[in-house]
């Protein structure tokens, strides 16, 4: 089954420790994206790649760091979280390979950061 | 800058009224458009999406959304609600001209359906 995964669903955690949210697809898609949620704004992209080892900003990139080492894999980090990134975060993946492919989004995590 | 406004942060129909969810927006390059829908506790699975084919898009669970150029419109309808349609539903158009890069989504718009 076609799908993207993030881990945790859910975190709690305290202002300064670090910490990462995991994603991973398995379509072998090239281009891949952070979003984050919030209430009234809609989803807002962090980071995004185009590909390993090509990772560029998004529309609020600051307080967050990405890497792309594997295809597959695009975790966001999060080196000193702050009580402003508590939000509702979201992985997307899709294809290059025709004009037409739609992204396919990630189920969710939340962070709180306290 | 692409921008997307939906108008109506909260819709509300009785079961078996017509849904009607509006999306505008702005685009400096021939747009892609998009709507996702979310249900609770769950990701953004995609409704439809408009890629300069058909103006009339027709999508999953008996959506469709008309491309009006003069209006840079989007409108998401249904002509019958059901009660699994109650969710929350984004308008998005794409950054770069492309679908699958970089998407930028409307406040989202709540619909709430009533027996």
């Known amino acids: 089954e076609a799908q993207v995964t993030q881990n945790p669903r859910y975190l709690i955690t305290v202002t300064g420790k670090k910490l990462t949210v995991t994603c991973s697809q398995n379509m072998n898609h090239e281009y891949m994206s952070w979003y984050r949620q919030d209430p009234g704004l809609g989803l807002r992209q962090i980071y995004y790649s185009m590909n390993v080892e090509a990772t560029d900003k998004g529309d609020v990139p600051e307080g967050y760091k990405v890497s792309r080492k594997e295809k597959r894999n695009f975790p966001l980090i999060l080196e000193s979280p702050s009580p402003n990134q508590t939000s509702l975060y979201f992985c997307?993946?899709?294809?290059?390979?025709?004009?037409?492919?739609?992204?396919?989004f990630g189920d969710g995590t939340r962070l709180s950061i306290l | 800058a692409q921008s997307v406004t939906q108008l109506g942060s909260h819709v509300s129909v009785s079961e078996g009224a017509l849904v009607l969810l509006r999306c505008n927006y702005s685009s400096s390059v021939p747009p892609y458009l998009f709507w996702y829908v979310q249900y609770p506790n769950q990701g953004l699975q995609l409704l439809l999406k408009y890629t300069s084919a058909a103006t009339l898009v027709k999508g999953i669970n008996g959506f469709e959304a008309e491309f009006k150029k003069s209006e840079t419109s989007f409108h998401l309808t249904k002509p019958s609600a059901h009660m699994s349609d109650a969710a929350e539903y984004f308008c998005a158009v794409s950054e770069d001209g492309t679908s699958y890069g970089k998407l930028t989504f409307g406040q989202g718009t709540i619909l709430t359906v009533h027996p």
């Open positions: 997307a993946s899709s294809s290059n390979a025709g004009i037409n492919q739609p992204q396919h």
